[in-house]
């Protein structure tokens, strides 16, 4: 069993920071990639950041300058730093996972339970 527990979400200011934690535990033989989607009311689920095993890093346009994804490998956590927030932002935030439970290159995806994120004008 694979789970990834987020943490992190609230509620902020315009112009505020807040950083989500996502740790990532079960079974798993290698994280192939990690990152970060949301979805707003009455909106489709986008990506907002993903960094692969390589530590190479992706963005949305709207958030590239203001947020930064990082992983610590060691503690299977992938971290998700939001700066400059806007109220556009508002959103549940959901983290995902690429992973391979053995050395057959088989991919699993898994997901968070999502955390909420507001920001207020």
């Known amino acids: 069993q694979v789970q990834l527990v987020e943490s992190g979400g609230g509620l902020v200011q315009a112009g505020g920071s807040l950083r989500l934690s996502c740790v990532i535990s079960?079974?798993?033989?290698?994280?192939?990639?990690m990152g970060w989607y949301r979805q707003a009311p009455g909106k489709q689920r986008e990506l907002v950041a993903v960094?692969?095993?390589?530590?190479?890093?992706k963005y949305a346009d709207s958030v590239k300058g203001r947020f930064t994804i990082s992983r610590d490998n060691a503690e299977s956590t992938v971290y998700l730093q939001m700066n400059s927030l806007k109220p556009e932002d508002t959103a549940v935030y959901y983290c995902?996972?690429?992973?391979?439970?053995?050395?057959?290159?088989?991919?699993?995806?898994?997901w968070g339970q999502g955390t909420q994120v507001t920001v207020s004008s």
């Open positions: 960094v692969t095993d390589g530590s190479n890093t």
């Open positions: 995902n996972a690429i992973i391979l439970k053995s050395p057959q290159p088989f991919e699993y995806i898994y």
């Open positions: 079960g079974s798993i033989f290698k994280i192939n990639s």
